[in-house]
């Protein structure tokens, strides 16, 4: 039903200006090292944010999903990378479940890489979680009760110093536990050095308590009220040395792992005047180490 699909899109892509100011409106606390805390802030008394057109924000997205059954788990590998984002602006690439049900209801769960000034405070790469449940409940990481956070190690929001031209690369896997329905956000290492950062307790959702109905990765922004929209990806139009997403699965509804595109796909773009998408091809008698991959991306501009 496309009233549904334009839901889930509203919700997964944080669409509406109510889930924007929600999303926005505080800052986890967060101890990285002796020298770095970020404190819960108002982020509207930033002079940066505190604009009169904020409600003249857009949202822009490249990605790919899929609305085929029920999953219970998405994974990719995807990299960011250090790009020049205004304070009224943001550009990320995540993987994301999500289901939607009856009166535009919806629940998501969503893990990635975001560049964001003014939810972080500065223009580093973050990784980052997020999650809306039951009554349109949720927030990014820890600003709000319901992510447990379990490593002592590897935190749900990590900054990156990333050279210029140079890529951060993440592993992320959003899996429901199969015994006690509880949502994990896990970081896929090498070796099966896998890392189970935390979870979301199945009792924050309603509509995630069998699987999602949709599952899907890629990158989206947020524009300037000013109307000006940053890079996506590296800021790059889509070849092979652009932001990629690679090895991007799911887990099915016997929890079998599967490639994305075992099930249709749906490719979204909705601005290609200012990004792109390209799904990868395999070549012939090579071995393919990307599995399932695209490359995305754009320089963004005015009038996206």
């Known amino acids: 039903d496309w009233e549904w699909e334009d839901l889930t899109v509203s919700i997964i892509l944080i669409n509406t200006i109510k889930l924007i100011k929600l999303l926005l409106q505080f800052v986890?606390?967060?101890?990285?090292?002796?020298?770095?805390t970020y404190d819960c802030i108002d982020i509207y008394k930033q002079p940066g944010l505190?604009?009169?057109?904020?409600?003249n924000h857009t949202i822009q997205?490249?990605?790919?999903?899929?609305?085929?059954?029920?999953?219970?788990?998405?994974?990719?590998?995807?990299n960011g990378y250090n790009l020049n984002v205004a304070q009224d602006q943001a550009s990320s690439s995540a993987i994301y479940i999500g289901s939607t049900g009856p009166n535009k209801e919806g629940n998501i769960i969503a893990a990635g890489l975001m560049t964001n000034p003014g939810l972080f405070g500065d223009g580093r790469v973050w990784k980052y979680g997020f999650w809306q449940g039951k009554d349109g409940k949720g927030c990014y990481n820890t600003a709000c009760p319901g992510f447990v956070q379990v490593s002592s190690v590897i935190p749900i929001a990590q900054p990156f110093d990333v050279p210029p031209g140079k890529p951060v690369w993440s592993h992320r896997f959003i899996h429901q536990d199969q015994n006690t329905g509880n949502w994990w956000i896990?970081?896929?290492?090498?070796?099966?050095?896998?890392?189970?950062?935390g979870y979301l307790p199945k009792e924050l959702f309603n509509l995630?308590?069998?699987?999602?109905?949709?599952?899907?990765?890629?990158?989206?922004?947020?524009?300037?009220?000013?109307?000006?929209?940053?890079?996506?990806?590296?800021?790059?139009?889509?070849?092979?040395?652009s932001a990629m997403f690679s090895n991007i699965g799911v887990?099915?509804?016997?929890?079998?792992?599967?490639?994305?595109?075992?099930?249709?796909?749906?490719?979204?773009?909705?601005s290609p005047k200012c990004y792109g998408l390209k799904?990868?091809?395999?070549?012939?008698?090579?071995?393919?180490?990307?599995?399932?991959?695209?490359?995305?991306?754009?320089?963004g501009g005015y009038s996206c």
Do not use: C
């Open 208 to 241: 995630l308590s069998v699987g999602g109905n949709v599952a899907g990765v890629g990158g989206m922004v947020q524009g300037s009220p000013s109307g000006s929209s940053p890079p996506m990806g590296n800021g790059n139009f889509p070849n092979k040395e």
């Open 61 to 78: 997205h490249a990605v790919v999903r899929s609305f085929s059954g029920q999953f219970h788990g998405v994974e990719a590998w995807f």
């Open 50 to 55: 505190d604009h009169p057109l904020l409600k």
């Open 28 to 36: 986890p606390i967060i101890k990285i090292d002796k020298n770095v």
């Open 251 to 270: 887990l099915s509804s016997n929890y079998e792992h599967r490639s994305l595109d075992f099930f249709p796909i749906e490719e979204l773009v909705d």
């Open 186 to 197: 896990t970081q896929l290492g090498p070796n099966e050095n896998n890392v189970d950062i």
């Open 279 to 299: 799904i990868g091809k395999e070549k012939l008698f090579h071995r393919n180490h990307r599995g399932f991959f695209f490359n995305y991306g754009g320089p």
